[in-house]
C-alpha cells in the first residue's frame, strides 16, 4: 500500500528578479536604454539617476505582472562627464589627465613594495612638473611675450591700443618693466586660482562623498593585504584626503612658478650697477623663498600616497591651507617688489629664466627614464604576457603626457608670438620679437618627424588588414551554413572583423610616440642648448638639404601647432555651446577619468568615485528590502563600473547578485593596460567573488573582447574560459531571410540586447540565482572570500561567427 504522502506542501513563488542596466560611452537616454518613451526617476538626482518604465515604477507591488521575468532598470551616469558647459574647461586639463592614467597603468604587484612606492612618487613628481610646465608657459606669454618684449618695442605696439598704457613712449605708471611684469603675473596667478576652483569643486562633489561601509573586506589599515583585490578595499574609491593634499601642493607650486618668473628680472637689474644692495638683497631673499617654497612642495607631493585599506576621513589642515596661503602671501610681496620704480630700466631680449623649460623637459625626460627602469623591475617579479609593451605601459604613457603638455604649451607661445610680429618670424632677423625661448622652437620643429612616423605605422597596418581581410573574406560564406556566398557581403563582414581587430595595435602607436618624442626630444634639448638660435637658423650654412630640412621642419611644425591651438579652442567653444559636442568630449573623459585622482589633483575628476558607491548603494538596497535577484548588466564601460561596484559588495548581497558583462574592455583594454587592477590575477579573483557571472563578445567589436585572453588553463586567469560566450554572430543573418527579410547590418559594438542570445544568457543568470549555493569551508585557504563560487554550467554551443 502506498504511504499517503500528506498535504501538498504549497510551492513557495520565485523571489523577485531585478534587471540593473549601465550604459557605455557616450551616454544613453533612459527611454533608449528601456525602450519606453516613458521613463520615471526612481532614485539619484540631475547628474545621475536610476529609472525605470513609468508602468514598472511600483513593480515590487505587483510581482504578477512579471512572471519569469526581471523588472528593468536603468543608471544613467552620463552626465557625470558631459554635464554643463563649463565641462568644456576640462579640454585644458588634458595632459593632466594622461599623467593620472600612468599612475594606474603600472605592471601587477604586490601592494605595499618599495618599488610600488617608487613608482607612485615619480609619477606624482612628474604630474606635478607638469604643473609647473603649464603655468611657466602661461608666464611666458603673459610676461615674456606680451609685457616684456611687445609692450616694450614701439614697432609691436603700433595698432595696438590695449597696450598703449603699457608703452614707455607713452610715460604712463604702468609702462615701467616691473610695472608691466606685475600687471601681466595676474594672469597665469588667474590660471592657477582657476585650476584650484575646479579641483576644489569637484572634489567637494565626488572625493568628499564618503562611500558606504559595505566592502568586501574589514577596514583594517594595519591587516596585512596581499592578495586582496585592491578594487575591494574599503578606501578605494574614497581620495578625499590625497586630493586636498595634492591640490594644496600643486596650487602653492603654480604661484611659486609664477613669483620665480616676476622676480628673475627685477633682482637682476638690482644686482647690477643700477642696484642698490639693499634691494638687491631683496630680491635673493624673495628667490631663495621661492625656491624653499618649491621644495616643500615637493615633499609634500612624495609622501605616501593613497589610502585603500580603509575610508581616511583625516585631513592635512596644515598642509591644504597654510601652504597655499604662504605661496600667495609670498607672490603678493614679489607683486610689490617687482613695482617698485627702477629708473633708467628697459626691456631688451628676453625676459631672463627662459632656460627653466629646458630644465624642466630634462627633468620629465629623466623621471620618465626611471619610471621605466621601476615598472621593468615590478613586470619581471610578476610576468604578464598580456600586458602592453611588456610592462613599459605606464612609462609610455606618461611620455605621452609629457609630449602633450609640451605641444600645449608651446602652441600658444608659438601662436602669440605669430600673432605679435605680424608677418615677420619671431627670434629671426628683422622681427620685433625676440620670441619665445629657441626650445619651444625647436620642439614644434620635431612635431612633423613625429607624424611621419605615425602615418608610417598607420599604412604598415592599413596594408596589414587589408591583407587579413581579402584571406578573411572566403571563410565568411561558410559560418552561415546553407547561404549562397556574395562577395560583397563576405568582404562588408570580413572588414568589419579587421577594423575590430585594429584596436590590439595601439600599443604598437602610443610606443612609437613615447619613443620618437623622447630621443627627438632629446636631440631638440641638445640643439637648443648648443646653438641658442631656432632650428632655421642654427641650420644657416649647413649643408644645404639639412638646411632645408630645418627650415621646414620649424616652419611646418609652427603652422601645425599654430593650427592645432585654433582647433583646439574652437574645439572648446563649441563645447561650451553645443551639448552634442559636449558628449563628444565626454566619451575621452569616460575612459580617462574612470581612475581617482592619485597622481595630479587637476585632472577633470573621477566620475567612478561617485557612480560606484550609487550602484553599491542600489543593489544592496533593493536586495536587503525585497529579498530578490539581481542582474547587474554592463555594456562597454558600464561593464567595468558594474564590475567595480560587485567588487565592494558585502557577500550577503553578492550572494544574490549576477553580473553581465557585453562588448566589455574589462581584459581587451583595462586588463593590457592596467594589470594590477584588471589583469588575469584579479579578474579570476573576481569570478571567485562573484557567484555567476558571464560575458558576451563580438569579433566585429572594436572594444570589446574575452575576459579570458590566455592559453595557459592553470595560469593567473584559470576559471575565466567558462565566463566568455562568443564569438556571438554577426551579423545575425548573412543574407534575406524569412526572419530578416532586409540585410541584417553589422552591429560591432553597439545592440547587444538585440542577440537572442543576450536574454537567453540573462534568464539563465536568473535562474541559477534561484538554486541555494553551497557555503564555503572557513578553513578552504584556497579560497578568498566567504562563499565558495558555484559551478558555472555548460555554455550553449556558439552560434557561427567564430572565423575571427
Known amino acids: 500500500m502506498t504511504p499517503d504522502p500528506g498535504p501538498a506542501v504549497p510551492r513557495e513563488p520565485a523571489p523577485a528578479a531585478l534587471e540593473l542596466l549601465v550604459h557605455g560611452v557616450g551616454g544613453a537616454d533612459p527611454a533608449a536604454l528601456l525602450d519606453d518613451p516613458r521613463t520615471v526617476r526612481i532614485t539619484g538626482d540631475a547628474t545621475a539617476a536610476v529609472f525605470r518604465r513609468t508602468d514598472d515604477a511600483d513593480a515590487e507591488t505587483r510581482p504578477e505582472r512579471f512572471p519569469g521575468r526581471p523588472v528593468p532598470e536603468a543608471y544613467v551616469w552620463s552626465r557625470l562627464t558631459s554635464g554643463n558647459g563649463t565641462r568644456a574647461l576640462w579640454l585644458l586639463l588634458l595632459p593632466?589627465?594622461?599623467?593620472?592614467?600612468?599612475?594606474?597603468?603600472?605592471?601587477a604587484a604586490a601592494p605595499g613594495g618599495r618599488t610600488v612606492r617608487a613608482y607612485g612618487v615619480l609619477v606624482r613628481l612628474l604630474a606635478l612638473s607638469l604643473t609647473v610646465l603649464l603655468t611657466a608657459a602661461a608666464c611666458e606669454v603673459a610676461l615674456d611675450l606680451v609685457a616684456w618684449q611687445c609692450a616694450g618695442s614701439p614697432r609691436c605696439t603700433a595698432g595696438r591700443s590695449w597696450l598703449g598704457p603699457l608703452e614707455p613712449a607713452g610715460g604712463g605708471w604702468w609702462s615701467a618693466p616691473?610695472?608691466?611684469?606685475?600687471?601681466?603675473?595676474l594672469v597665469p596667478a588667474a590660471l592657477t586660482g582657476l585650476l584650484w576652483y575646479l579641483s576644489h569643486r569637484t572634489w567637494s562633489a565626488y572625493e568628499s562623498q564618503r562611500p558606504p561601509a559595505t566592502g568586501s573586506w574589514p577596514e583594517d589599515p594595519d591587516e596585512d593585504r596581499a592578495g586582496i583585490p585592491a578594487l575591494g578595499r574599503p578606501g578605494f574609491w574614497y581620495g578625499r584626503r590625497l586630493v586636498a593634499r595634492l591640490r594644496a601642493a600643486h596650487t602653492a607650486a603654480g604661484l611659486l612658478t609664477v613669483a620665480a618668473a616676476l622676480a628673475g628680472a627685477p633682482a637682476r637689474h638690482d644686482r647690477g650697477p643700477a642696484g642698490s644692495p639693499g634691494w638687491a638683497l631683496a630680491g635673493r631673499a624673495a628667490e631663495a623663498l621661492t625656491v624653499l617654497g618649491l621644495v616643500v612642495c615637493t615633499a609634500v607631493v612624495c609622501?605616501?600616497?593613497?589610502?585603500?585599506?580603509?575610508?581616511?576621513?583625516?585631513?592635512?589642515?596644515?598642509?591644504?591651507?597654510?601652504?597655499?596661503?604662504?605661496?600667495?602671501?609670498?607672490?603678493?610681496v614679489v607683486l610689490g617688489y617687482a613695482a617698485r620704480s627702477r629708473p633708467g630700466w628697459s626691456a631688451e631680449g628676453r625676459l631672463p629664466g627662459d632656460r627653466s623649460f629646458g630644465l624642466l623637459m630634462l627633468l620629465q625626460g629623466l623621471l620618465v627614464l626611471a619610471l621605466a627602469g621601476a615598472a621593468r623591475r615590478l613586470h619581471r617579479r610578476a610576468p604578464d604576457p598580456g600586458a602592453a609593451l611588456a610592462g613599459l605601459g605606464g612609462p609610455a604613457v606618461a611620455m605621452l603626457a609629457c609630449a602633450l603638455g609640451g605641444v600645449m604649451t608651446g602652441g600658444v607661445a608659438q601662436w602669440v608670438a605669430d600673432w605679435l610680429d605680424g608677418g615677420a618670424s619671431p627670434g629671426e632677423p628683422g622681427?620685433?620679437?625676440?620670441?619665445?625661448?629657441?626650445?619651444?622652437?625647436w620642439q614644434a620643429a620635431v612635431l612633423p618627424p613625429v607624424l611621419l612616423v605615425l602615418l608610417a605605422l598607420a599604412g604598415w597596418f592599413g596594408v596589414r588588414g587589408a591583407l587579413a581581410r581579402r584571406r578573411l573574406a572566403p571563410a565568411v560564406a561558410a559560418e552561415y551554413p546553407g547561404e549562397e556566398p556574395q562577395e560583397a557581403r563576405s568582404r562588408t563582414i570580413a572588414g568589419a572583423r579587421t577594423a575590430a581587430a585594429l584596436t590590439d595595435t595601439a600599443p604598437w602607436f602610443v610606443a612609437a610616440v613615447a619613443g620618437v618624442t623622447l630621443l627627438l626630444g632629446a636631440g631638440a634639448l641638445a640643439g637648443a642648448r648648443l646653438t641658442d638660435a631656432?632650428?632655421?637658423?642654427?641650420?644657416?650654412?649647413?649643408?644645404?638639404?639639412?638646411?632645408?630640412?630645418?627650415?621646414?621642419?620649424?616652419?611646418?611644425?609652427?603652422?601645425?601647432?599654430?593650427f592645432g591651438f585654433l582647433a583646439f579652442v574652437t574645439w572648446g567653444r563649441r563645447a561650451y555651446r553645443d551639448a552634442a559636442a559636449r558628449r563628444t568630449i565626454g566619451i575621452l573623459w569616460d575612459v580617462g577619468t574612470f581612475w581617482p585622482r592619485a597622481a595630479h589633483p587637476f585632472a577633470p575628476p573621477c566620475y567612478a568615485e561617485r557612480a560606484v558607491p550609487d550602484l553599491t548603494w542600489r543593489m544592496t538596497s533593493w536586495t536587503e528590502r525585497t529579498g530578490g535577484r539581481l542582474v547587474i548588466s554592463g555594456h562597454s564601460q558600464g561593464s567595468v563600473l558594474a564590475a567595480a561596484a560587485v567588487w565592494q559588495l558585502p557577500p550577503p548581497v553578492r550572494a544574490r547578485v549576477a553580473l553581465l558583462t557585453y562588448g566589455s574592455p574589462l581584459?581587451?583594454?583595462?586588463?593590457?593596460?592596467?594589470?594590477?587592477?584588471?589583469?588575469?590575477?584579479?579578474?579570476?579573483?573576481?569570478?571567485?567573488e562573484v557567484h555567476c557571472w558571464r560575458n558576451l563578445w563580438r569579433a566585429t567589436d572594436p572594444i570589446g573582447g574575452p575576459v579570458h585572453a590566455g592559453p595557459d588553463p592553470a595560469g593567473p586567469g584559470a576559471g575565466l574560459a567558462d565566463v566568455d560566450r562568443g564569438p556571438l554572430k554577426d551579423p545575425l543573418a548573412y543574407g534575406r531571410t524569412r526572419e530578416h527579410p532586409l540585410p541584417a547590418p553589422v552591429l560591432g559594438h553597439s545592440d547587444y540586447q538585440a542577440d537572442p542570445v543576450f536574454a537567453a544568457e540573462r534568464d539563465a543568470l536568473l535562474a541559477r540565482l534561484a538554486v541555494p549555493q553551497p557555503q564555503a569551508d572557513p578553513d578552504d585557504p584556497t579560497l578568498p572570500g566567504p562563499r565558495a563560487a558555484a559551478p558555472l554550467t555548460p555554455a550553449a554551443a556558439d552560434p557561427p561567427g567564430t572565423a575571427a
Open 96 to 107: 593632466f589627465m594622461v599623467a593620472n592614467l600612468a599612475h594606474w597603468a603600472r605592471p
Open 178 to 185: 616691473g610695472r608691466r611684469l606685475a600687471l601681466a603675473a
Open 303 to 332: 609622501r605616501r600616497g593613497r589610502s585603500e585599506g580603509r575610508a581616511d576621513d583625516r585631513f592635512d589642515r596644515a598642509v591644504v591651507r597654510a601652504l597655499p596661503g604662504c605661496a600667495l602671501g609670498l607672490l603678493v
Open 431 to 441: 622681427s620685433p620679437l625676440a620670441g619665445p625661448p629657441v626650445l619651444l622652437s
Open 534 to 562: 631656432v632650428p632655421g637658423e642654427a641650420a644657416k650654412g649647413a649643408y644645404p638639404p639639412l638646411e632645408a630640412a630645418a627650415r621646414g621642419a620649424q616652419a611646418l611644425g609652427s603652422w601645425l601647432i599654430g
Open 667 to 688: 581584459r581587451r583594454l583595462y586588463g593590457r593596460w592596467f594589470p594590477a587592477y584588471f589583469g588575469p590575477g584579479p579578474l579570476a579573483a573576481l569570478h571567485r
